[in-house]
């Protein structure tokens, strides 16, 4: 999938992704590929600006934790993000199946 | 591998030391991550190209801040607008009749209208890309001038106002009153101080932001937009096609508004004599002088005209 059509919905994917557990960039990055079925692989710096301007709007928040090896910044939703989760998927719902709906009216 | 990378990376981020920090070592911990699965060149390539990964920074940090001055020139508007209502109506102008009168106050009835108008410009931009994750890059040099003009205005009346309270503190009379003033107007000075160091480091932020495609800017487009207002106005006073109609037609509304208001506060306009007719012509056309002549000193600099 092409990176441009993607970043219109990045900050949604992010939230949701983080949603499940906090998790450090390069984590976020592996349950994006997975759960896209590989199908959404961007720039992997591309994240970080992202998950930092998540972070300043307070949707996000970071610490640093200790790892096997080195010290990792592990992002976790906030309460203002988990609201904010709500209504992208909520306006997702509303788009998709807009979209779906005039897509399955050309086809037929 | 990794190493030169993030050297280059350092070099091209135009950010505070310890942003820099920070973001060098979450990309440490990413490609450490990344190369010890599928090789350092491998793990560096798939990150980006460095150049890309500082301008994404850049942009946000931008954007943050030309949000966050916006905001505290809104504050700035809102206070000087707030101590100006104070010093016309209220009992702070009772017991200071210079701020309402002379130089003191011709500096700060103009400079409050300018304000507005170039506060009005600067929010309702804030408010048209608010919820957008990023503010538009071709966008922040119009926001900060326009942020620019309110606070240099809200400025100016500080100083007129601390310069009347200077001068005329002593023949006041009600020193609890002038007590009143004058931490009034250091409130506001604090407030624009903070609006003016906002605004510094919002261009500060907006410096390494290079804007490739400059998109025509579109003041009257960010006031209908942030007054969720779709109408279009009549095309012979456009903003857009004919500023100058617009402009006039503008100022005769400001003039008149003006000599109506003044009449009110002089007592009322009945009986309309000839004096009251000669002073409402004489204060309409000076406001609209004023109107045409700040139209043509700053609505280039403000893009509100070609």
Redesign the interface.
């Known amino acids: 999938m092409r990176s441009e059509a993607l970043k219109g919905h990045l900050d949604g994917l992010l939230l949701a992704v983080v949603a499940e557990e906090p998790a450090h960039g390069y984590e976020i990055l592996e349950r994006l590929r997975d759960r896209s079925g590989g199908a959404f692989a961007l720039p992997e710096g591309t994240v970080y600006p992202a998950l930092h301007r998540l972070e300043g709007a307070g949707l996000l928040k970071s610490t640093w934790a200790p790892g096997a090896t080195r010290r990792r910044r592990v992002y976790a939703l906030t309460g203002k993000g988990r609201r904010a989760l709500g209504e992208r998927r909520k306006e997702w719902r509303s788009f998709s199946g807009a979209v779906e709906a005039v897509l399955a009216e050309a086809r037929a | 591998v990794i190493d030169a990378y993030l050297r280059e990376l350092a070099g091209c981020l135009e950010v505070p030391a310890r942003t820099r920090a920070?973001?060098v070592?979450?990309?440490r911990?990413?490609l450490?991550?990344?190369a010890a699965r599928h090789g350092e060149e491998q793990a560096v390539e798939?990150?980006?190209p460095p150049a890309?990964?500082a301008r994404?920074?850049h942009?946000?940090l931008a954007?943050?801040s030309a949000r966050r001055s916006s905001a505290l020139t809104a504050v700035a508007l809102a206070c000087a607008l707030v101590l100006l209502a104070l010093i016309g109506s209220g009992p702070l102008g009772d017991h200071a009749p210079w701020t309402n009168a002379g130089l003191y106050g011709l500096v700060s009835f103009f400079a409050a209208q300018v304000a507005v108008v170039a506060g009005a410009i600067g929010i309702a931009r804030w408010a048209r890309y608010r919820n957008d994750?990023?503010f538009p890059p071709e966008r922040l040099e119009d926001t900060h001038r326009a942020n620019a003009v309110a606070l240099g205005c809200i400025e100016a009346i500080v100083l007129s106002q601390a310069v009347g309270v200077v001068i005329h503190a002593g023949s006041a009379g009600d020193s609890g009153w002038t007590i009143a003033l004058t931490v009034a107007t250091a409130g506001l000075a604090v407030v624009t101080l903070a609006g003016i160091a906002g605004l510094v480091r919002a261009l500060a932020r907006s410096r390494p932001v290079t804007v490739t495609d400059q998109e025509r800017d579109d003041a009257l487009a960010d006031l209908l937009a942030a007054a969720r207002l779709s109408v279009l106005l009549p095309e012979w006073i456009d903003l857009r096609t004919h500023p100058w109609r617009f402009c006039l037609l503008f100022a005769s509304a400001c003039g008149i508004a003006a000599a109506a208001g003044h009449a009110l506060l002089d007592g009322g306009i009945a009986p309309i004599t000839a004096r009251l007719l000669l002073a409402g012509l004489a204060i309409a056309t000076i406001e609209g002088a004023a109107v045409v002549l700040a139209f043509a000193a700053l609505g280039g600099f403000l893009r509100i005209r070609a």
């Open positions: 920070r973001i070592a979450e990309a911990d990413h450490l991550e990344s798939s990150f980006g890309e990964l994404d920074f942009l946000q954007s943050t994750p990023l």
